[in-house]
């Protein structure tokens, strides 16, 4: 990876507006963060929030009702390849990154075509694919790439601090191509099971057990984590 998780913190764009809980935060969630559960942030939206405009963590602002315009859409991570498709969205997929190997297949399908990694992306042939969306990351894309691309497209930008942060993504992409009550099933269900491995490990640690010990790659050669 050419950098590590929190470099770009201390990248100010118009959607954050504050710290909270010692991190910065985008002014959209602001309101609905809730300082519970040891300190972790709990997002208390659902649906009904994506169901107007709202912005991303990037501070770009998205109308669902723009949604039936949205028939190309480029994807610059992995992620959210596999996760708008998740939701329903891959006949509108028309880019993605050489890395986007999810949904197995992927790369081999003729309509879509590669844009190059996540931080070498191939600018004019991104462009040439005329896209009606991008999505982006701010941890495994470029603030080059984004602010370039932020000034002629309508960009997604995805800055996932938390667990949470990465369920809310399935309602963000949901709303942006009309897949809203996909998404939040698929949220509510992974939220449910989130609430369930806490609910255990508490269980193990009131009852005097050591609660287990995970180890998250997000990367290999070298082996990295968060």
Same mark, same amino acid.
């Given at each position: 990876?050419?950098?590590?998780? +929190? ?31 040891? +300190? ?16 991303? $963590? ?28 998740? *939701? ?16 197995? +297949? ?21 462009? +040439? ?21 932020? $000034?002629? *497209? ?22 942006? *191509? ?6 939040? $099933? ?5 939220? $449910? ?7 255990? *490990? ?25």
């Amino acid at each position: 990876l050419a950098h590590s998780a +929190g470099e770009h913190d201390d990248w100010i764009d118009p959607g954050f507006a504050s710290l909270e809980h010692g991190r910065p935060s985008c002014q959209r969630r602001a309101d609905r963060c809730d300082p519970t559960e040891n +300190g972790k942030d709990r997002l208390m939206s659902g649906a009904a929030e994506f169901s107007n405009s709202w912005r991303d $963590a990037g501070g770009m602002l998205h109308d669902p009702a723009d949604a039936p315009r949205r028939n190309r859409i480029v994807s610059l991570v992995p992620s959210l390849t596999e996760t708008l498709c998740a *939701v329903g969205g891959r006949d509108r997929l028309a880019g993605c990154t050489a890395f986007c190997i999810r949904p197995e +297949g992927l790369l081999k399908d003729r309509n879509i075509t590669l844009v190059g990694g996540t931080k070498t992306i191939k600018r004019e042939r991104l462009l +040439g694919l005329q896209p009606d969306l991008v999505l982006a990351n701010l941890e495994e894309n470029t603030l080059e790439d984004i602010e370039f691309l932020k $000034a002629r *497209v309508e960009c997604y930008v995805n800055g996932v601090k938390t667990v949470e942060d990465g369920i809310e993504t399935l309602r963000e992409l949901g709303s942006l *191509v009309d897949k809203l009550q996909t998404g939040d $099933a698929l949220a509510t269900s992974a939220r $449910a099971e989130l609430d369930s491995i806490r609910n255990r *490990v508490q269980e193990r640690r009131a009852a005097g057990a050591v609660p287990p010990r995970v180890f998250y790659a997000i990367w290999r050669e070298p082996w990295m984590t968060i």
